[in-house]
């Protein structure tokens, strides 16, 4: 019976000592599943932007002006559903901080006919003090790329490989300035014993 | 003392009868899943909808899922059959995760061997892995999300390539078995039993290459302007289904704008046809039918070898006869636009897959009898009443697993028009039922409407926005 009670009250505590929430550190190595994951995001959108910001002739492009650039989607080709806005965000982020390039955010184009539209339009606003049409800054960069991947099981081994790829084009030319690629390779072995 | 242990024992097993009727291991899936199909044919959906919610958390739940996905997108709840076939799939991925000897599915197997295979956790066929895959591109198309389609139909082809390994690996893992046991598992032996499904075996290859998903996919690379990865996978749907005219078509046209020109003189010829010069600025209507249900699993008798000779154990087959599928006739306003053609048989698919498990089953199945017919001379030995309970528990007991997605298809057919850009008005026509929408068609882009024929009513919807 003593024992009895004791392994209930073990297995109370146990039961509660399993709810907690903990703070984690953000950049750490995450491998929870062998799915695309934060520690994948990370390390491509640095490597991708010191790739950018080093190359010579970007160096030397933006040593005297900021140029103005914006961020395409990035197409999804992988088998993963993979939030790659997540990804263009975490670059743009990281781009836009190192003071190089200014952006515009082609997402937003709607929002902002329809304020201009209600600042010329609407009456409400002050003439003088009303934002201009047709004064917008055109793109000189556009950035974009794909994420792609290949899959392979084999017994008890899953392997998947990443392969990232972006591109920096002058859109005046057409020329691409710059382009690199980050790939990522993850395995999983299963275990021999588990629930 | 002796007649208490029996009343005991007596009431233990029923309450077991008792408290599992709700699941598959002592009530047949098909009649349970019947309501299922009533639901969809009455479109009064919510109630079983409901009664699905609830099956999130018992060990069936991928067949549940399946089912409720299906039944949530033909009554149009798009975004709840997008989260029923996440679900399924998310399942799908944790048992392949899990241990190479896995405490749960050790004690499932264990479970089952005094009971059925209805007590092992259902996991889906590669057939129906294949389709939740298809569902959910064209639930992703239906939202207008074309990138998540696309990734929807990448992993259905990955899924059908590694069954093919795999379906290699399982058959000689089941003959070792048979082997070790001595357990005869020779074709001839059981051919007589399975002869009702022979006609539908014999029309596919193998049970996990379905030319309807390679179509789709097709269809969604073509809408995403990648017309090189749309040739590849319509040409995979040509070989797993050759005769399809409207496939042969999709395969010249794209021969020709990409200038494969080896491959068009072969297939022209094949085919006995040219490819069709596309006339600039039309649109294309893409019309895929699906019609009526795959059968369900239906039990019998069959007599396996053991260690205590032969015994009989509940086995399930298809019984249903195969029928050449009906077409679907399109008309606009005026004039007929054409006729649907088979792309897939599903009935084919369903049925090859369960001869291509019957090896491994046939082991289960000769195991499980000895281990039942063991139980029950040990318990007549003790005492005569125990001995008849012990019988009698394994007469109920005794049901073949005869579950299987059924709300699915019993064939899927397409067609492919080109046509002005502009609204139309297209009517449908199979046998009695008949059916008409409105679609817009732009030039050089695809319309695409899925029409579901469940015989006693037609579902029409637009997947393209």
């Known amino acids: 019976m003593k024992y009895v009670l004791m392994g209930l009250l073990a297995s109370t505590l146990l039961m509660t000592g399993c709810a907690s929430v903990q703070y984690g550190d953000a950049t750490a190595t995450e491998t929870t599943t062998i799915d695309f994951g934060s520690t994948d995001l990370q390390i491509t959108a640095e490597k991708m932007v010191d790739s950018l910001l080093s190359f010579p002739p970007i160096v030397q492009v933006t040593a005297t002006r900021r140029p103005v650039m914006f961020v395409d989607t990035i197409k999804n080709k992988s088998m993963e559903h993979i939030d790659t806005e997540s990804i263009t965000d975490s670059i743009s982020t990281k781009v836009l901080r190192s003071g190089k390039f200014r952006f515009v955010d082609m997402t937003k184009v709607a929002e902002v006919r329809k304020q201009l539209d209600y600042q010329a339009n609407s009456g409400m606003v002050n003439e003088n003090k009303a934002m201009q049409m047709g004064r917008q800054v055109g793109a000189e960069y556009m950035l974009y790329g794909n994420l792609s991947s290949i899959v392979k099981r084999a017994g008890s081994t899953k392997d998947v490989y990443y392969k990232f790829t972006m591109k920096l084009m002058h859109i005046e030319s057409g020329v691409l300035e710059w382009q690199d690629e980050k790939e990522i390779r993850k395995v999983k072995k299963k275990s021999l014993f588990g629930g | ?465």
């Open chain 2, 1 to 465: 003392m002796k007649q208490a242990n029996t009343a005991f024992c007596l009431i233990a097993l029923t309450c077991m009868l008792t408290a599992c009727a709700a699941t598959s291991i002592f009530m047949h899936y098909p009649a349970q899943a019947i309501k299922y199909r009533l639901a969809i044919n009455n479109n009064n959906e919510q109630a079983v909808l409901s009664q699905l919610d609830k099956k999130r958390r018992v060990a069936d739940k991928q067949l549940y899922l399946m089912e409720r996905g299906r039944i949530a997108s033909l009554s149009g709840r798009v975004d709840e059959s997008i989260e029923d076939y996440k679900e399924v799939l998310e399942q799908i991925g944790v048992r392949q995760d899990k241990a190479i000897i896995s405490a749960s599915e050790t004690g499932a197997q264990a479970a089952s061997l005094f009971t059925n295979d209805n007590s092992i956790p259902y996991s889906a066929s590669a057939y129906e892995q294949v389709f939740i895959h298809q569902y959910q591109a064209l639930n992703y198309l239906r939202k207008g999300k074309l990138e998540a389609a696309t990734i929807e139909t990448r992993r259905a082809n990955f899924v059908q390539s590694e069954a093919n390994e795999k379906h290699h690996r399982e058959i000689a893992k089941a003959q070792e078995k048979a082997r070790k046991n001595q357990i005869d598992v020779s074709q001839d032996r059981y051919s007589g039993y399975f002869a009702s499904m022979d006609a539908a075996v014999g029309k596919v290859k193998n049970s996990f290459q379905n030319a309807y998903t390679f179509y789709t996919s097709g269809l969604i690379y073509e809408m995403d302007n990648l017309p090189n990865d749309a040739y590849i996978d319509y040409k995979k749907a040509l070989q797993i289904y050759p005769d399809n005219r409207h496939l042969q078509r999709d395969v010249l046209r794209l021969a020709r704008s990409l200038g494969m020109r080896e491959d068009l003189a072969r297939y022209s010829k094949q085919f006995g046809m040219k490819a069709e010069s596309v006339k600039r600025n039309m649109g294309s209507v893409v019309v895929l039918y699906e019609q009526g249900y795959v059968p369900m699993k239906e039990e019998i008798r069959l007599p396996v070898p053991t260690a205590h000779g032969l015994l009989t154990v509940a086995f399930p087959v298809y019984n249903n006869p195969w029928i050449k599928a009906a077409p679907l006739q399109v008309y606009n306003k005026t004039h007929e636009i054409g006729t649907t053609e088979v792309i897939v048989d599903v009935y084919a698919l369903a049925a090859k897959a369960l001869k291509e498990k019957a090896t491994g089953m046939i082991v289960r199945y000769a195991l499980r009898a000895a281990a039942k017919y063991e139980m029950q001379k040990k318990a007549g030995k003790q005492n005569a009443l125990a001995g008849i309970t012990a019988q009698l528990y394994n007469m109920v007991s005794e049901n073949a697993d005869r579950r299987s997605w059924v709300t699915l298809p019993g064939n899927a057919q397409t067609l492919r028009a080109a046509m002005k850009p502009g609204t139309h008005t297209l009517h449908f026509k199979a046998g009695q039922l008949q059916q008409g929408i409105d679609v817009t068609v732009r030039s050089n882009q695809i319309t695409v409407v899925r029409v579901v024929n469940t015989g006693v009513r037609m579902i029409v919807e637009n997947i393209t926005l």
